[in-house]
């Protein structure tokens, strides 16, 4: 089998089994990320992911724009709700989205000094 | 003399899936030609061009959504396997990811929760309807995930798509600017700052610029994704039960 029809196997496998136990269990998470949790256990278990998981994995993860283009499209079927409240939607969503990446980057560059920074102090 | 078997054409591929997957991926090339030829300008998005150049042709045609997306539903159905998938850069980064715990697990609390709250305040102060602000709630989470919180939150799923997906649009065009404003220099903050406020469509952006950006991109918006994904339903039951 190639290694990436070996790889789409394994994420279908685990997507499934994601699905089996979210359905069983009751809990209110999406089947795909309790797969994503459940491939990550089993990745840490085994050290390092397999050749075919990381060809299949990578070759979504490159493409994985495309993959939402047909919900965008969706901006069709609400129209009239958009166009009602143009207003909200957009400076909520563009405010938020630059908040959004400024807090996060400040916060990861402050902490990511301090802890680099007391690092070296304790080398040197 | 032609008209009538180029009629049965267009009927016949009118009604199968075929057509509308071809122009999914034809028009998502188009976008992405614009993309390259501007030298990945981050306006052009590709996603954006797409869309567009996709809801024209469906109003032109006279196609219905639902229509389009019994033929779009293939490229859809791959986020599953794509969502499972982004456990593979988050175990290959997990040596990094302990040593910058504290950054990480900080820059995602802050980021999570700015997202979330700037969002529905801004939405909620501006008169958006409650339908509304329960669909701008996780609109920095993946657009399937984002679906399936607000279908929890009894939100609208198709529309929690769509601000998910233009926010990931937004993200992946503004970014650039925003980082370099606040002079963020360091690829795993931008990489990570866009992964997790821009999802798949940042990580996709961070990943064309940088490969470390697109690491801590890709590790943003796996654990953004299953932060919110835990998370939502969980507050949504506590203020449930609290009222």
């Known amino acids: 089998m190639s290694p990436l029809l070996a790889g789409f196997t394994w ?7 994601g699905e089996a136990l979210v359905r069983l269990a009751g809990w209110p998470v999406p089947g795909p990320v309790a797969g994503m949790a459940l491939l990550f256990f089993a990745l840490l278990v085994r050290r390092s992911p397999p050749e075919s998981l990381s060809v299949a994995a990578d070759g979504l993860a490159r493409h994985l724009s495309l993959l939402f283009v ?3 499209v969706g901006v069709m079927l609400h129209v009239a709700r958009v166009a009602d409240e143009w207003l909200p939607i957009v400076v909520a969503l563009t405010v938020s989205t630059v908040l959004a990446i400024a807090a996060t980057a400040l916060t990861f560059q402050w902490l990511a000094r301090r802890q680099e920074g007391s690092e070296s102090e304790q080398r040197g | 003399m032609m008209a009538q078997p180029f009629f049965e054409l267009w009927v016949y591929l009118a009604a199968t899936p075929l057509a509308r997957l071809t122009l999914t991926l034809v028009m998502y090339a188009a976008g992405w030609w614009c993309y390259v030829r501007t030298g990945m300008h981050p306006l052009a998005n590709p996603v954006l061009i797409a869309v567009a150049l996709i809801v024209a042709a469906l109003v032109l045609t006279d196609t219905t959504y639902k229509t389009y997306f019994d033929g779009a539903q293939f490229v859809h159905f791959l986020l599953g396997p ?5 456990a593979v850069p988050l175990a290959r980064e997990w ?4 040593r910058l715990a504290v950054p990480i697990a900080g820059a995602l609390a802050v980021g999570s929760a700015v997202a979330l709250v700037s969002a529905v305040g801004i939405g909620y102060a501006l008169g958006a309807s409650p339908a509304t602000l329960l669909s701008l709630a996780p609109k920095s989470v993946t657009a399937p995930i984002a679906m399936g919180i607000a279908e929890k939150l009894r939100g609208l799923p198709a529309l929690a798509a769509v601000f998910a997906v233009t926010t990931g649009i937004l993200g992946a065009a503004l970014g650039k600017y925003v980082l370099d404003a606040c002079r963020v220099r360091d690829w795993r903050a931008r990489g990570f700052a866009l992964g997790l406020a821009a999802h798949g469509i940042g990580t996709a952006r961070a990943f064309q610029v940088n490969a470390d950006a697109g690491a801590f991109a890709g590790l943003a918006f796996a654990l953004h994704g299953l932060l919110a994904a835990i998370l939502f339903p969980l507050g949504y039951w506590a203020l449930r039960g609290a009222s």
């Open chain 2, 95 to 98: 040596d990094s990811v302990r």
């Open chain 1, 11 to 17: 994420l279908l496998l685990f997507q499934c089994a």
């Open chain 1, 70 to 72: 047909p919900a965008g």
């Open chain 2, 82 to 86: 794509a969502v499972v998938g982004l």
